[in-house]
């Protein structure tokens, strides 16, 4: 039997039709807008300055603080502006603005595809390069990745956790990722292994990627500690807590986080940006997008710079349908619609969706029927209900003491609700405003 | 045992028990009592009773505890009974204290759909705080008002309504008590209090647009540019600019109307003035009735109550 988490889950329709498209290069920009928070924490701040003239490479943003990641040109030519501009967040945000000229990189970047082995660097080395190289986690959430790589006093940890899960519907980025970079993500794996003194990994992969689980069981033997486990398809297995649960069958206890059962958990793409950061000196300068959708022409996987506005995704992919009714930033769950398709492509874009008119819109809102099955499909066993009526009536308190902040913000709840109620709205709000209230009660 | 007896046994054991449990109580009243200052009950009794909360305390009680306890009631002000009422309490506590200007909500936006295209759709909850977390809103511009009503529904006085045509809040003066629940309620921070003023007159910067010139005027027809031009016509001072939007100071204006006019957006609102003679120097004041017909720039806040209807019941 497939292992999976016990609790909860849903599993919608997968929809991966770009699952067969070979992962192509997007042709670069005439310009880039790269917006200095695009990762968890403090936002990054610019270091150059209107009219600088940057290489593919160069760094434009330094890290704001212990929690940021630096942010470096995905292009070569001369900065154009640093302005506000509408971002996938729907507000304007502070970016840096390059217009194109050539493809110049810097010179210690190694651009030559060989794949190198070596893993003769200490954990500093590694762990210094993974900062310098502004690499933070591709999965979605952007959490920088040395801070997630540096394990605090007094934890030890015995187990690194690759996932590899790709459980949204509709993105392949991941899978192609696998079955194209193989080599890397070992390397990466092994790598981030080394930086954190483990010596065991296992890849996640859900059973509907055969031809990954495949390909990688079987490289696996080359490297060191590297484990293969296939999951069961179920969402949200690539949360962090179901994936542990579902492949090593810890649980994260509430309010903590991998670290407190001895693991850290990264998403395969960072174990890519990881290889790439620490042997080849790249920056995370471009990633993997997965541009599709039912009424898309082509549904392809690109390799986009990062900066680039989701307008030339689209047209890559045969253009904007003429019956599209949102169009989606992330996954078809967890992804946010955005509110102008000229919203540039950052670190934690994994694909972008094209929703139809008919499948776009929320559904009739009815009543509550107290069917429960929210409650039932809840990975972390909350009961989305109550924690909804308590965010709506703005008990903060009340909601802190039913663990609202144990919500990993999935949406099994809201899918699954047959009255269509929009729980996790509430939820999500309630939630920011008691993060809120606990920060301000530690200051 | 015969009947009478165990009629009087019980009578015996419940009047015995009776007594000890009085007993008992008595003196669990004498060990714990709880001397209350008899005045809280008093105030308490002046108050309105709407415990709205707009005083800063937890209801009408918490108040009158407040005020009671304190040496200076300077501090204190019920925005719901006003001056008079502060007067009253203070005859009652035998103190002093100071009169207030008296405040009223105004709504810092004039983003009807006439002045401002709608481009975006929005579907979903009816939540202005969910829908600021979502996105800038369903216009381009991504400080004004989202028109889902939130204020409508904290207001505990009626005096806050959608204008259906509009899709804007308005306040009704007279019902508004400056409770400021309508601005807790608002996420982007668009109503404010201000003085009431006299005669009910004021002027204010009807945007909080922060965008540059260019952005916001593309977004809105009547969004303050942060052009200046106000700050410098200015004769008193009163106007600050911060942020590429202008702020008029209540306490500094003296309503003289020279940045209404100034304004090349209308951003900035006069409200409750007479309406202006043509080409007169001098706006004439003194005798000029009272009409409606000068609002022409008043959306945003007026006396009219016919906008009852709220949009967002549903």
Redesign the interface.
């Known amino acids: 039997m497939l292992k999976t988490f016990p609790k909860g889950g849903v599993h919608p329709a997968e929809n991966k039709m770009a699952a067969t498209a070979e992962i192509q290069s997007l042709p670069l920009p005439k310009q880039v807008v790269i917006p200095l928070a695009q990762h968890i924490g403090a936002p990054a701040q610019a270091v150059v300055k209107r009219g600088d003239v940057v290489k593919t490479g160069t760094l434009i943003a330094k890290a704001g603080g212990f929690v940021s990641a630096n942010i470096h040109s995905s292009v070569s030519g001369k900065v154009k502006k640093i302005d ?1 501009v ?1 971002d996938s ?4 945000k502070p970016s840096v603005i390059i217009d194109v000229d050539g493809d110049e990189w810097e010179e210690n970047i190694d651009r030559d595809p060989a794949v190198i082995k070596d893993l003769s660097k200490t954990p500093e080395e590694i762990k210094q390069k993974i900062m310098d190289g502004g690499i933070v986690g591709l999965g979605g959430a952007t959490f920088p990745t040395h801070v997630k790589l540096s394990v605090p006093e007094g934890k030890t940890i015995d187990h690194i956790v690759i996932n590899a899960v790709e459980c949204e519907p509709y993105l392949t980025a991941d899978h192609r990722v696998m079955l194209e970079k193989a080599h890397e993500i070992m390397i990466g794996t092994s790598l981030i292994m080394k930086a954190t003194a483990v010596n065991k990994a296992i890849i996640g992969i859900e059973n509907n990627k055969p031809d990954a689980i495949e390909l990688l069981s079987k490289i696996a033997k080359e490297y060191q500690g590297i484990e293969i486990v296939a999951l069961k398809v179920q969402y949200p297995q690539g949360g962090e807590k179901q994936l542990i649960k579902a492949v090593l069958d810890r649980e994260v206890p509430s309010g903590g986080l991998p670290l407190d059962v001895g693991c850290v958990v990264q998403n395969v793409g960072t174990a890519i940006a990881v290889y790439e950061a620490v042997q080849k000196n790249k920056p995370l300068i471009e990633r993997v997008v997965t541009v599709t959708g039912k009424s898309v022409k082509k549904p392809i996987n690109l390799m986009v710079r990062i900066g680039t506005s989701a307008n030339e995704l689209i047209e890559a992919a045969g253009g904007l349908p003429e019956d599209t009714g949102k169009v989606v930033n992330g996954g078809p769950m967890m992804g ?2 955005v ?1 102008d398709t000229d919203v540039p492509v950052t670190k934690g874009t994994s694909g972008i969706l094209i929703f139809n008119q008919k499948e776009s ?2 559904t009739k809102v009815y009543n509550c029927i107290r069917c429960a099955r929210c409650t039932f499909v809840c990975p972390q066993g909350l009961e989305a209900f109550n924690l909804k009526n308590i965010a709506e009536s703005n008990d903060w308190e009340k909601l802190e003491n039913e663990h609202v902040m144990d919500c990993i913000e999935c949406g099994s709840c809201s899918y699954t609700c047959p009255a269509g109620v ?1 729980l996790l ?2 939820i ?2 309630g939630k ?1 405003t008691v993060s809120q209230i606990i920060r301000s009660r530690k200051n | 045992m015969d009947d009478l007896t165990i009629v009087l046994l019980t009578l015996a054991t419940l009047s015995g028990l009776g007594i000890i449990l009085a007993l008992i109580l008595y003196f669990v009243a004498q060990k714990f009592n709880v001397v209350e200052d008899p005045r809280i009950d008093e105030v308490e009794e002046l108050l309105p009773g709407a415990n709205c909360g707009g005083c800063g305390y937890p209801g009408c009680r918490g108040f009158a505890e407040a005020c009671v306890t304190t040496d200076n009631l300077d501090a204190f002000y019920c925005p719901v009974g006003g001056n008079d009422l502060m007067k009253t309490v203070a005859n009652a506590l035998g103190a002093e204290v100071s009169e207030k200007d008296p405040q009223v909500a105004v709504v810092k936006c004039q983003g009807s759909p006439e002045h401002r295209k709608e481009i ?1 759709e929005y ?3 009816q ?1 202005c ?2 829908a600021h ?4 809103g369903t216009t381009n511009c ?1 400080n004004g008002c989202l028109g889902l009503g939130e204020c409508v529904e904290v207001c505990t006085f009626d005096a806050i309504h959608m204008n259906p045509e509009t899709n804007l809040p308005e306040v009704v003066e007279d019902a508004c008590t400056a409770c400021g629940a309508c601005i807790d309620a608002c996420p982007r921070d668009i109503i404010e209090l201000r003085n009431v003023g006299k005669k009910s007159r004021r002027i204010y910067v009807s945007c909080i647009n922060t ?1 540059k010139g260019a952005p916001a005027k593309k977004a809105c027809d009547v969004a303050c540019i942060g052009c200046g031009k106000c700050v410098k016509i200015c004769p008193f001072d009163a106007i600050t600019l911060e942020n590429n939007l202008a702020y008029i100071d209540y306490e500094k204006c003296k309503l003289c109307r020279k940045c209404v006019t100034e304004c090349p957006t209308n951003a900035i609102v006069e409200l409750n003035f007479p309406p202006r003679k043509p080409k007169a120097e001098k706006p004439a004041e003194k005798k000029a009735p009272k009409t409606e017909d000068n609002a022409k720039k008043v959306i945003a806040a007026d006396k009219t109550e016919e906008s009852k209807p709220n949009t967002n019941q549903e």
């Not at chain 2, 977390?133 to 800038?136: C, D, N, Y």
């Open positions: 506000n509408l967040s729907g507000y304007k946010k619609a509110s819109k929320r929009p709205d509430y999500r709000l920011s | 975006r579907d979903g909850p939540s705080a969910i977390s979502l996105f800038g991504a965008d």
